[in-house]
């Protein structure tokens, strides 16, 4: 009896040993994954940034940080400043596009077809310099109206993910380029894209 109640707490022991060894792997995989995380995100330089380095990972000029009530003197390094963000070519135009609202079919649960809102803010970025740039502003409004016509017939599904919201936006570039009858149009950003 005796061997039977050692063998028994000695398993125990063992598999608590194996859970505790199991949840520090884990706890280890899902720090390494937020560290290659930022790595993707922020750079190499960026990460270097937010752990008081410049760019070249070289220490900072000593300043880690800035006084409370004096502004923070930005790092420099060969000359320029780290801060400061390219500045877009001046043939780049955005072109802001009023909001838009429109109602799109959605299939509950239950597979009864309902109404939502969309509402889309976005913005056109082209060439100036392309032929057929110079329509672009005049044709505006029947960029908008196209764009309604077509969001009008979206399901909620067609705008799920990431995939969703990129044939959205080549979509929108298809049709931009078609009435504009011009290569000028280069992308859309938005800026709200909300399903009520």
Do not use: W
Request: aromatic share 4%.
């Amino acid at each position: 009896m005796a061997d039977a109640t050692t063998t028994e707490n000695s398993s125990g022991a063992t598999s608590k040993k194996g859970k505790i060894v199991i949840a520090l792997a884990i706890a280890l995989a899902c720090v390494v994954a937020l560290l290659v995380g930022l790595m993707a995100s922020a750079g190499p330089g960026g990460l270097g940034a937010l752990i008081g380095r410049d760019s070249a990972g070289a220490e900072g000029s000593g300043q880690h940080g800035a006084a409370p009530g004096h502004a923070a003197t930005p790092v420099s390094s060969g000359g320029a400043n780290v801060l400061d963000l390219p500045k877009a070519p001046e043939n780049i135009i955005v072109l802001p596009f009023q909001e838009i609202i429109v109602n799109i079919t959605a299939t509950t649960a239950t597979g009864r077809q309902t109404s939502r809102f969309l509402k889309l803010n976005l913005a056109l970025v082209y060439d100036n310099t392309l032929p057929g740039a110079a329509a672009i502003e005049s044709r505006q409004l029947f960029m908008r109206d196209s764009f309604q016509d077509y969001l009008r017939q979206l399901n909620e599904s067609d705008l799920q993910g990431s995939i969703g919201l990129a044939r959205l936006k080549a979509e929108l570039l298809r049709r931009a380029r078609a009435i504009t009858d011009s290569d000028a149009p280069l992308e859309f950003l938005i800026a709200d894209l909300i399903i009520q």
